[in-house]
């Protein structure tokens, strides 16, 4: 099984960026632990992270061309506002979990909008890191049916 894991704007900033909200977590730390929970379970993860809008696009496009199996798609500020990154997921039609570190249902209300939302199989937030472990495992779920 493939998955790519792929975050955007400001993600690579973890453990420096409102501690009080996503945690101490370094993004490198965030990846070793997803990494690790791969190989324990022979999934090859594959990881983006970006800041610009058009490369998360080209990165679901990349994932879909590469033969992922589905994706893990964190899109932190763009959740709220692309409809270029709601439509690349749709064009791929690859199962998609959005994930969130934090609970963005608690938050601002400009976050209460996730237009990505629509395309994917589940939305698992609030939960930390351990939110992209959830995510990994609603799509082995998925991808194992469809075997």
Known sequence: MKIFVLNGPNLNLLGVREPEVYGRGTYAELCEMISLYGAERDIEVEFRQTNCEGTLVDYIHEAFYDGADGIVINPAAYTHT??????????????????HISDVSLREDFRQKSYIRAACVATVMGKGFGGYIEAIKILEDIIGSKS
């Open 82 to 99: 692309s409809v270029a990154i709601l439509d690349a997921v749709k064009s791929v039609a690859l199962p998609t979990v959005e994930v």
